[in-house]
């Protein structure tokens, strides 16, 4: 992914909600899993509940163990910045 310099805010995660652009957090980090999305085992729809959003409660909900920062290193975008609060 393309690595974003001074990291991520809420309100540029927020525009990357698609499945052909999908940005998610999970624990502080922001992903671009847009290419990801075709190889989740639980299938494209599960994961893009959590585009454009905080994907933490999701991800630790059906799979707190998956190993995310191996299998998502190619993915980073940078550090979250925002405000949880504030996302959808
Ligand atoms: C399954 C990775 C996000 C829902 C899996 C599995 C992996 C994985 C490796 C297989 C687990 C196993 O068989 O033991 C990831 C990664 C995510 C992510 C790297 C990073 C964003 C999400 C989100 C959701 C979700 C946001 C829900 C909204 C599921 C479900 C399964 C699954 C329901 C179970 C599929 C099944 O057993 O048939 N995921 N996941 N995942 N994931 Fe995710």
Redesign the pocket.
Known sequence: AKRVSGGVDHVELMKHNTKDDCW?H?FGIV?D?TKYLDF???GIP??L??AGRD?TP??NQ??AW?N?ES??KACVVGPFIGDLTKLP
């Open positions: 998610v999970l992903y899993v989740h085992p639980g599960e994961l509940r959590g994907a999701l991800f059906y799979h998956v995310y299998m998502l």
